[in-house]
């Protein structure tokens, strides 16, 4: 059973950039997508985009200007990096795989803080 | 304010069965496929139902989906405490390129 991991730093400062890594492991990043998506606290979800093992990426409108996702095959992990935070970037953070539509496995979520 | 709508709350007695609907648009209920996911409080989501109506293996045939036009619904029937968790519905957006969720619906068994 394929099992996902973030990992990354909590806390965040304002205008810096958050940087988070998935580490897949029961399973090979070589085929499926690969997304982020937060969750504020209290709040619902948000899709932050998706990268293909290729390389292909697809981005949410409203944060596609900060948003970089990238994949490394070698080491089966794939990361996120959202520019210029605010403190409207608090929140869990998921990474998880499916398709392009749909989200069939979930890692356990990060809370990433944005705070000076 | 998400793009597809939810009830904030819905609510049932055990052995209950209990509907929770998602209201969107051409764009993206109307065009493509529904899914529903469940998160337990202080728990990563769960995929629920994918393709509008088709169950995951080990999600039980309690919860069923359906979709007609722009709206879909999750019921889940012989409703139990361990349902109380919060049912988000998702579908990809043909306007935005993504995929979009609904607000959530936290379900209380009482």
């Known amino acids: 059973q394929v099992q996902l991991q973030e990992s990354g730093p909590g806390l965040v400062k304002p205008s810096e950039t958050l940087s988070l890594t998935c580490t897949v492991s029961?399973?090979?990043?070589?085929?499926?997508?690969w997304s982020w998506i937060r969750q504020p606290p209290g709040k619902g979800l948000e899709w932050i985009g998706y990268?293909?093992?290729?390389?292909?990426?697809n981005y949410n409108p409203s944060l596609k200007s900060r948003v970089t996702i990238s994949v490394d095959t070698s080491k089966n992990q794939f990361s996120l990096k959202l520019s210029s935070v605010t403190a409207a970037d608090t929140a869990v953070y998921y990474c998880?795989?499916?398709?392009?539509?749909?989200?069939?496995?979930w890692g356990q979520g990060t809370l990433v803080t944005v705070s000076s | 304010q998400s793009v597809l709508t939810q009830p904030p709350s819905a609510s049932g007695t055990p052995g209950q069965r209990v509907t929770i609907s998602c209201s969107g648009s051409?764009?993206?209920?109307?065009?493509?496929?529904v899914y529903w996911y469940q998160q337990l409080p202080g728990t990563a989501p769960k995929l629920l139902i994918y393709?509008?109506?088709q169950r995951p293996s080990g999600v039980p045939d309690r919860f069923s989906g359906s979709k007609s036009g722009t709206s879909a619904s999750l019921a889940i029937s012989g409703l139990r405490s361990e349902d109380e968790a919060d049912y988000y519905c998702?579908?990809?957006?043909?306007?935005?390129?993504?995929?979009?969720f609904g607000g959530g619906t936290k379900l209380t068994v009482l």
């Open positions: 998880a795989r499916g398709d392009t539509a749909m989200v069939m496995n």
């Open positions: 029961g399973g090979s990043i070589s085929s499926y997508y």
């Open positions: 990268i293909y093992y290729s390389g292909s990426t």
């Open positions: 051409s764009s993206n209920i109307g065009s493509n496929y």
């Open positions: 393709r509008n109506n």
């Open positions: 998702a579908a990809w957006d043909d306007s935005l390129s993504g995929q979009v």
